[in-house]
């Protein structure tokens, strides 16, 4: 299993952007797809969720503005993320896990996403 994600970019408050994470095959039937972003000053905090029952989990700070959907036809899991502020300021991963069987956690390599004031 591989994601990788993309879309990152540098914007100004309020504006908006979509990032996508494609994986290397069909997982929306077996796996979770997530978002989380790491800053330098924060630990890596879990974003949003999908997971198989179409069931979404977003952090508090995002809920209203970020949403994060799924294209089955082209594997691949976005989040898409309006009225950007610059606490959003982040490396923004990807993760895929396994909903049953053996664990397992397969991570993208982030994108970039900066917001200036």
């Known amino acids: 299993v591989q994601v990788a994600e993309s879309g990152g970019g540098s914007v100004q408050s309020g504006e908006s952007l979509t990032l996508s994470c494609v994986t290397s095959e069909n997982l929306f039937g077996l796996f979770t797809l997530s978002w989380h972003r790491q800053s330098p000053a924060s630990p890596r905090e879990l974003v949003a969720s999908?997971?198989?029952?179409?069931?979404?989990y977003y952090l508090e700070s995002v809920k209203g503005r970020f949403i994060i959907s799924r294209d089955i036809s082209k594997n691949t899991v976005y989040l898409q993320m309006n009225n950007l502020q610059p606490g959003d300021t982040a490396v923004y991963y990807c993760?895929?896990?396994?909903?049953?069987?053996?664990?397992?956690?397969?991570w993208g390599r982030g994108t970039q996403v900066t917001v200036s004031s």
């Open positions: 999908l997971n198989t029952r179409k069931e979404t």
């Open positions: 993760l895929a896990e396994p909903e049953q069987g053996p664990k397992g956690e397969y």
